[in-house]
């Protein structure tokens, strides 16, 4: 089991900076690459970014790269998406969710059904 605990959501300006953390106690979180997605207003969830097990890889979707950059402390067992020139487009419910690592590449990336565990969400809201 691995129980997944988002943080850091809130209210942030157009043009402003924020960063969310998932935490894990689980000893299996090695065993995962991490991903958010988030799911806005009347929007279906979809993918954000996500980082290899071992952080060498990181992996955006075209809405946020250049923008947002995904990383983790497995010391700390800990994902955190640093976002940037946050946009009114941005504001949603972000997840966190844990793949296994045997996917690799990126064909399961957006799929929502390859992902073992799952976050509550965080409501991150971006006033313009």
């Known amino acids: 089991q691995v129980q997944l605990v988002e943080s850091g959501g809130g209210l942030v300006q157009a043009g402003g900076s924020h960063r969310l953390s998932c935490t894990s106690s689980?000893?299996?979180?090695?065993?995962?690459?991490m991903a958010w997605f988030r799911k806005g207003p009347g929007k279906e969830r979809e993918f954000v970014a996500a980082?290899?097990?071992?952080?060498?890889?990181?992996y955006y979707s075209d809405s946020v790269k250049g923008r947002f950059t995904i990383s983790r402390d497995n010391d700390k067992k800990t994902a955190y998406l640093q976002m940037d020139s946050l946009q009114s487009d941005d504001t949603a419910v972000y997840f966190c969710?844990?793949?296994?690592?045997?996917?690799?590449?990126?064909?399961?990336?957006?799929?929502?059904?390859?992902?073992?565990?799952w976050g509550q969400g965080t409501q991150v809201t971006v006033s313009s």
């Open positions: 969710a844990a793949q296994p690592t045997y996917y690799s590449g990126e064909d399961y990336l957006p799929k929502i059904d390859e992902y073992d565990y």
């Open positions: 689980s000893r299996a979180w090695n065993m995962y690459r």
């Open positions: 980082v290899s097990w071992n952080g060498g890889r990181t």
